[in-house]
C-alpha cells in the first residue's frame, strides 16, 4: 500500500469495510481489527496504517496521498490505544482547515522510538472505485525529500501550464488577427484543457480558490463538460468549411445545454450524500464527454475516407491525444498506479499533438493567405486595368468632343451636324413630320471684331451660341459652321408655322444687346431655312439650299427670315 518502507520504517496494511458508514475511530479498537474486515462488503473504508520503528530515535514522517480527487479523508492517530490525533483532507476540505495546504492530501505522523508501534486508522468517504486509490497512491515520506519531490514536480507542471499559455496566447493573437472562429474554437479549446489539468492536479484549488471546494467542484465539472463540447465545434470547423454538418452543430448545442441546465446542478446538489443520483448524473456528464470524444475522432476518419486532407490530418494528431490522455484517464479510473511521470507524459503528449495541430492551422491560414494575396494581386491589376480602359476612353471621348466640337463656343461643328442630319431626315420620313435646316449668319459681326477686337467678337460668339441654344429643343442640333455662320437642325416638325415660330424667336434673342468688357453691343442675324421632304432629303442639297436662302435675306436688307424659294 504505502511506498517508504526504506526510511528504516516497516509497515502493514489493512482495510476495514464499513457497509453503513456508521463506524466511528472511538468504536475500533486498534489491537483487535479482526473483527471488522470483511473484503465482500462494500461501503466507506477504513485504512489501517501499523508503522513500526525498530530504531532508537522519534521519527517525523509525511503521509502523502497522491490523488486528488477523494473526497474527504480522515487520520486518526493511535499509540499504546489512545488517539492521539486526527486530521482530514480532500477535495470538500479547505485548505484553511487541512494540517498541511497541499493539493494532495498530505498529513504528519510521529513515530515512537524504541520498537514502538504507531497505528493510523485513514478513513475513506469515497465509494467503490475511487477508494481502491487510496491503497494505491500513498506515500511515506520523512520531510526533506518530500519537499524536494514536491517542488521538483510542481516545477514541471508550471513548465507545461506556461507551454501550453504561449500556445493559448499566439493562438489569441491569430483568433484577433484573422477573425476566424477556426481560431477562437482551437483557443477555448486549449485554455480549457489547461484549466482542466490545472484542476485535476490540484492545481487550480489550491492556488484560485482554496477556501470555495464547491467552486472548485464546478470549475472542474464545467471544464471537463466544456472542453468536448468546444472541441466538438472546433473539429466541425477544421474538417467542415462548408458547413455539411450544421445539424450536428445544433444537437451539441442542445445536449451541452441540457447537461449544464439538468445533470450538472443536480449532481452538484447531491454529491455530499452520494447517492445514486448523483453517480448517475456524472456517470451521463462523462458519457456525453466520451462520445464527444471519440466523435470528433470518428468524424476525423470519415472525412480521412472522403479523401478530405484535414481528415488525415486531425485524425493523426487528435489519436496522438487520446493516447496520450489515456493514461491519465486509466489512473483517474483507477485501473493503473498514479505517478507524476504519467502526468507529465500525457501532458507533453497533449502539448505534442495540440502543437500539430497548430502546425496544421497554420499552414491552413498561410495557404488562405497566399491566396487572399493572390486574389487581391488579381484584383489590383483588374482594378488597374479597369481605370486604364476608363481613361483610355475619357481620352477617347475628349478627342472625339474636340474633334467634333467648337473650342470656343462648344457647339457641334459642321461635321458632327453632317452627321445627325441624315438621321434626322430619316426620323421624319418615318413619323411623315418636317425637318428644318436653319442656316444662321450674324449681321455685323466684322465691325465687332474691328471695333472691339477679336476678344470681344469670341465673347459675342459664345453668347450667341448659348442664346441659340436656350431657343430650341434638347433634342436639336445647333452647330458652328465656321466664322459668325452657325446651322441648326430641328427634326419632328409638324407645319411651317412652328419652324417660323422658332426662326422670329431666334431674331429677337440674338438682336439684343450684349454687354462684353462694359460695352453694350448689338447685332443681328440672316436666317435661311430648308424643309425636308418639302425641299428634297440629300443633306447636301439641303445645307446649300439653307445657305442661298439665308444670302438672300442678307441681300434684301438683313435681320429677317427666309425660306428656299
Known sequence: MFVGSYLGIWHTSTEIYDPTGALEAAGIDPRNLARFIDSSSDGSRWHVLELYNPGSRMRDMLIELRYPFLTDVEVFSFSDGQLQANYRAGIRIPFSER???????????????????????????????????????????????????????????????????????????????????????????????????????????????????????????????????????????FLDPEERYAWLKKCISLVTFLCFAG??????????????????????VLSICLVYLLGALALALLEWRRGNPRGRQFTFAWGLFLIAQSSGIFVWLGVFESSVNQSFLSMAGALFSLSLISGYMAERASRSLAKHQLANSLMDINNQLAVEVQERKLAEARAWHLANHDSLTGLPTLRLARERLPQAIKLSQRSGKKTAILFID?????????????????????????????????????ARVGGDEFLIIQAGILNVAVISTVAHKLLSVLSQSYDINQQVIKVSASIGIALCPDHGTDMEVLVKLADTAMYSIKQAGKNNIGFVG
Open 263 to 284: 445533470i450538472l446542478p443536480v449532481y452538484v446538489y447531491t454529491s455530499k450524500s452520494y447517492s445514486v443520483i448523483s453517480v448517475v448524473a456524472i456517470l451521463a
Open 99 to 237: 494540517s498541511i495546504a497541499h493539493r494532495y492530501p498530505v498529513f504528519p505522523v510521529r513515530i515512537p522510538a524504541d520498537h514502538t508501534t504507531l497505528v493510523l486508522l485513514i478513513y475513506n468517504m469515497n465509494h467503490g472505485m475511487l477508494a481502491d486509490q487510496l491503497r494505491d497512491n500513498a506515500y511515506l515520506w520523512d520531510e526533506k525529500k518530500y519537499l524536494y519531490n514536491s517542488r521538483t514536480s510542481e516545477q514541471i507542471y508550471w513548465l507545461f501550464f506556461g507551454a501550453f499559455l504561449i500556445v493559448i496566447l499566439y493562438h489569441a493573437v491569430g483568433a484577433v488577427a484573422t477573425r476566424g472562429r477556426l481560431y477562437w474554437f482551437y483557443t477555448a479549446f486549449c485554455t480549457t484543457y489547461l484549466l482542466m489539468q490545472m484542476c485535476l492536479s490540484g492545481f487550480a484549488f489550491q492556488l484560485f480558490w482554496p477556501n470555495s471546494p464547491e467552486l472548485n467542484l464546478v470549475v472542474l465539472l464545467t471544464t471537463i463538460t466544456m472542453m468536448p463540447t468546444i472541441l466538438a465545434h472546433f473539429t466541425l470547423a
Open 442 to 478: 450674324l449681321d455685323g459681326f466684322k465691325a465687332v471684331n474691328d471695333t472691339y477686337g477679336h476678344s470681344a467678337g469670341d465673347q459675342l460668339l459664345q453668347q450667341v451660341a448659348a442664346r441659340m441654344s436656350a431657343c430650341v429643343r434638347e433634342d436639336d442640333t445647333v
